[in-house]
């Protein structure tokens, strides 16, 4: 340990011999014993425990009020690695495990730690850490409520109190070791030289003079205090951060709608409400904060009442107020332009969704979609199947957020650690020195399982020999399901154990014999980037006598619905059950139409007049009960209502708004997405332009929008000259319509677009 007198005698007799040489010597004004700092007297004590290490400083990291840990310092959050440089990173580290509830950090070793009088110890494993926890016996009576305002100096006096030398201290460690340094037998006294600035942790401070009111400025704060309780609203702290950036609506307590509502304050003390980059409110609109006592307010004056009045500034920081106005509670949060609009967190939970096209100048003609799967490995997706092709992970550094891949083969060529520079739903910007890598989230179904039959299928076969055994091809169980955001695993298996367990598994899918009849297997379908997210239906094998005809095969071949015009629009119409089944029901005994599946199921309540059903609701299902000999089934019949007074539920004016708005994919044609790599953008006069983001050529077209005879939108596509996406020319009915997907009839063509907003 330091100690700096150790070359005090030198220094004293030094000072002797010069004095020999000189007619004076220099004298502390008014010096008394009194006003020299005293080994192990209550006021040494007392600047010991100030000056002591903050160990509980950074309990957020270590969890431990024996030591604190060396910064900058690497910890791994669950899939996330962050380097914490500074207090800030602490905060950052507290936003991330309130996120990430359960999470513990886990240090990146060896790290160095330092006790409450800064002795330091290297750790090289989690092993010496637990070790060390396990013998931690926390008897810190440190002062961390209030610190020195350095530099503060020392007088080092002879006994006849004149000075022979003077130190200055920079830091609470050297104030520490200073004073540890202190020896009751030491000749030479050492005394403060005031004035003395103290801080506390609310930010006040107070000039002391002497010793004693030293001693009383520290002694008042007490033991028992936490910075966190000190909320620091300076009113014009206050007004100088609320002009800086624009800010958001982070919370609110009656109107959750208003979440992302962004405010402006601008300096003439006006301020703008802004949704959705579309500012909505600014005339008239005005701010202040005042102070009131001892509380501060935010007052607003604006024709929107919800946010008009005096908001209490309950807690506050540089970048986040939480305000009170009667019963509601808002929290407005600062984003300024260079603010990433996301967090780590926001990284790692996105990038396991769905899955990414990556496009990059470091790509080329490498297959370019990935998954980023939850246990941090990357695949690609390559000859209809994805290959494993490296690791990531998610770091912060000095506040940088990045994306780290360790990639093998030809993707090593993305390997490194990708700052992120931009994000938006659904993207992400990065570069990596004069690299740039884009990665575009593709998610075309919300729920991954829609397609798939949950309530299980049924395959039947023939027995050709009588024997009850056929075989089987279990693939036609599953459907060719067009949702390419869920990139799926499909396995089946004798048991639902065994799925479940992932045992059991069936051997020769394509080419299965039954063992007994019926039997049931099952189909595990499982996302390839989060396993444990899964379905498993049942499929029933049957081999039934092919000889003896199924009378009730025609009922089951389709899909049975009947469709009316609400000429009223008053949600009903009379409908003519009977033709739904028409051509089916001569080879039957009895056929009765029922309101429930249990009516139906029990023979009770029939409909007395099928031929003239007036439906109760829209859609209704009907239940029709077909009786063959001493067996029957039943069957279900749809009921639906379309208004034809305008088809698509938007004007002329609607679709042209829609449509200008952002860009738009050809998702399907007549079923297929073969079209869904054009990307159509319709400009002003009737100028449609035309790209294939696969090879980046561009054509042009016209589309015009017109309202037909039947009060529907007409949209007309012309002067396409590009293969393929010449299929689209002519004249579409708008059939669907919302502000994110358009639906067209031509004929029998369907064709959807949907919206996309970079």
Request: hydrophobic share 35%; net charge negative.
């Amino acid at each position: 340990m330091k100690s700096y007198f150790k070359s005090y005698v030198l220094l004293f007799l030094i000072a002797l011999f010069f004095a020999s040489c000189q007619d004076e010597s220099v004298e502390i004004i008014n010096p008394d014993e009194q006003e020299a700092i005293i080994p192990n007297s209550t006021l040494s004590n007392l600047m010991l425990r100030t000056s002591a290490n903050a160990v509980s400083d950074d309990n957020v990291l270590d969890n431990s009020s024996c030591f604190s840990v060396e910064l900058p310092v690497t910890v791994i959050v669950g899939n996330i690695t962050i380097t914490i440089q500074n207090e800030e990173g602490l905060d950052e580290l507290e936003d991330l495990l309130e996120e990430l509830e359960g999470e513990i950090p886990e240090f990146v070793f060896p790290i160095t730690i330092i006790s409450a009088d800064y002795t330091e110890t290297v750790i090289e494993n989690q092993d010496q850490l637990e070790a060390l926890l396990e013998d931690c016996i926390e008897d810190n009576d440190a002062i961390e409520c209030v610190d020195f305002v350095y530099p503060i100096s020392f007088s080092v006096l002879n006994s006849d109190f004149v000075i022979i030398d003077t130190v200055t201290i920079e830091s609470n460690e050297a104030l520490h070791d200073f004073l540890e340094g202190l020896d009751d037998d030491q000749a030479n006294l050492v005394a403060l030289n005031f004035p003395v600035t103290l801080e506390y942790a609310d930010g006040n401070t107070i000039t002391v003079n002497t010793n004693e009111e030293l001693s009383n400025a520290i002694e008042a704060v007490g033991d028992d205090c936490d910075d966190d309780d000190y909320e620091n609203c300076d009113v014009d702290e206050i007004k100088a951060s609320l002009k800086e950036c624009k800010w958001v609506i982070e919370a609110y307590s009656s109107f959750p709608e208003f979440e992302d509502f962004e405010f402006v304050f601008n300096e003439d003390f006006t301020f703008d409400i802004i949704i959705d980059d579309n500012q909505v409110s600014s005339e008239g609109n005005t701010w202040e904060v005042v102070e009131e006592g001892e509380e501060v307010y935010l007052v607003l004056a604006t024709e929107f009442e919800d946010f008009g009045g005096d908001w209490k500034i309950v807690e506050c920081d540089n970048d986040e107020l939480y305000l009170t106005k009667n019963d509601q509670t808002m929290l407005i949060e600062q984003y300024c332009e260079t603010d990433l609009n996301c967090s780590a967190d926001d990284l790692s939970q996105d990038l396991i969704e769905c899955y990414w096209f990556a496009g990059s100048n470091l790509v080329n003609d490498l297959a370019n979609k990935f998954v980023f799967t939850e246990d941090g490995t990357v695949k690609v997706y390559v000859n209809n199947e994805f290959v494993e092709v490296g690791t990531w992970n998610v770091g912060v550094d000095s506040d940088t957020l990045t994306l780290v891949l360790n990639l093998t083969g030809n993707y090593d060529v993305l390997s490194g650690v990708w700052e992120v520079i931009e994000c938006h739903e659904g993207f992400y910007g990065l570069s990596n020195g004069d690299n740039i890598l884009h990665l575009e989230q593709e998610c075309f179904n919300d729920n991954p399982f829609e397609c798939y039959p949950e309530e299980g299928v049924e395959l039947v076969k023939c027995d050709d020999d009588n024997d009850g055994y056929a075989q089987f091809n279990i693939y036609e169980a599953v459907p060719a399901c067009d949702n390419p955001g869920a990139s799926v695993a499909i396995t089946f298996h004798t048991t639902f154990e065994g799925a479940e367990n992932n045992s059991d598994f069936l051997e020769g899918a394509t080419a299965y014999t039954n063992v007994s009849n019926p039997q049931t297997v099952y189909v595990k379908v499982a996302l390839v980037n989060n396993p444990e997210q899964k379905l498993i239906y049942p499929v029933e094998l049957i081999v039934e006598d092919c000889n003896a005809p199924n009378p009730f095969e025609c009922f089951a071949s389709f899909d049975a619905v009947i469709e009316l015009c609400d000429e009223g629009n008053d949600g009903y119409e009379t409908f003519d059950l009977t033709i739904a089944y028409s051509n089916c029901t001569p080879f039957v005994d009895v056929v009765t139409y029922h309101t429930s599946l249990a009516d139906a199921d029990a023979d009770t309540n029939p409909i007395a007049d099928p031929e003239y059903f007036v439906n109760t609701s829209a859609p209704q299902t009907i239940y029709v009960r077909v009786e063959v000999g001493d067996t029957y089934e039943v069957f279900e019949l749809q009921l639906k209502l379309e208004d034809c007074t305008n088809p698509g539920d938007c004007t002329e004016g609607d679709v042209d708004g829609i449509l200008m708005n952002c860009e738009w994919k050809v998702t399907e044609l007549n079923g297929d997405d073969n079209l869904i790599d054009y990307r159509l953008t319709f400009l002003d006069a009737q100028e449609l332009l035309i790209t294939n983001v696969t090879t980046n050529e561009t054509v042009t077209g016209t589309w015009l929008t017109e309202t037909n005879n039947s009060g529907g939108v007409d949209v007309t596509f012309d002067g396409i000259s590009a293969p393929d996406i010449q299929a689209i020319s002519g004249v579409w009915t708008v059939v669907e319509c919302t502000g994110e997907q358009l639906i067209f009839h031509m004929g029998d063509n369907q064709m959807t677009l949907d919206k996309i907003c970079d």
